[in-house]
């Protein structure tokens, strides 16, 4: 099956600063790939997602890019925020285009901390 | 839209206890997967239900069953609970035409 990996653990940055999350997967039919940022108490939430036919996607501080030949996928945040600070999930699924089948496989996450 | 809702939000149990959670999907979403997180992991699939039949199951024992009923909510069962059983259990909702699954809350399960 699938095996997602993601690093680091743990991130700390300053307020203002660029912080990355890098993951790479196994199955090389995963073709979507979502980021989940999860707060303490909550379930994750959806913050921006990736299709393997584009190699980059943006949406306002974040963004994502996703190399298929190396099976990597990152995440990117730009002028960090104390609000930004929770647990980052990559994951990777596959399944048809029309969606309802896919089946995300989770990294063990990233818990990134922001110091005002 | 009250969005994907989870019950109870914390549950004590004992150790060879039965236990039941229960989940509303968001309003026009068809099919939901359910998903088992322990502290410090990402979540991991227990098993998917759409059209009140469960479709898709990764790697957890027989112990773990569900159910959808007709109006697309749908409830995880555990027998014979072990302590390794404790964890945030996760349902997802999401819809045959749209990608995206949106999250409830949780349910954190201690078992004792």
């Known amino acids: 099956g699938e095996n997602v990996e993601q690093h680091p653990s743990t991130l700390s940055v300053q307020e203002g600063d660029s912080a990355v999350i890098k993951c790479t997967y196994s199955?090389?039919?995963?073709?979507?790939f979502p980021w989940y940022k999860q707060e303490l108490g909550k379930g994750p939430q959806l913050i921006i997602d990736?299709?393997?036919?584009?190699g980059e996607k943006k949406d306002q501080r974040i963004a994502v890019t996703l190399n298929k030949t190396a099976k990597h996928f990152s995440l990117h945040i730009t002028e960090t925020q104390p609000e930004d600070s929770a647990v980052y999930f990559c994951?990777?699924?596959?399944?048809?285009?029309?969606?309802?089948?896919?089946?995300?496989?989770f990294g063990r996450g990233t818990s990134l901390i922001v110091h005002p | 839209d009250a969005g994907v809702t989870q019950s109870p939000t914390h549950l004590i149990k004992t150790r060879g206890q039965q236990v039941t959670l229960r989940c509303s999907p968001k309003?026009?979403?068809?099919?939901v997967s359910w998903y088992q997180q322990a502290l410090g992991q990402g979540p991991q699939f227990i098993f998917q239900?759409?059209?009140?039949?469960?479709?898709q199951r990764g790697n957890f024992p027989d112990r773990f069953s569900g159910h959808q009923f007709p109006n697309y909510s749908s409830e995880l069962n555990v027998n014979a609970l072990l302590l390794g059983d404790s964890a945030l259990y996760l349902c997802?909702?999401?819809?045959?035409?749209?990608?995206?699954?949106?999250f409830g809350q949780g349910t954190r399960l201690t078992v004792v």
């Open positions: 997802a909702s999401s819809s045959r035409v749209e990608t995206e699954a949106f």
């Open positions: 309003s026009g979403h068809d099919t």
């Open positions: 990736i299709r393997s036919n584009v």
């Open positions: 239900y759409y059209e009140e039949e469960e479709r």
């Open positions: 994951a990777a699924s596959k399944g048809s285009v029309s969606g309802g089948s896919y089946i995300p496989t």
């Open positions: 199955d090389s039919a995963s073709n979507y």
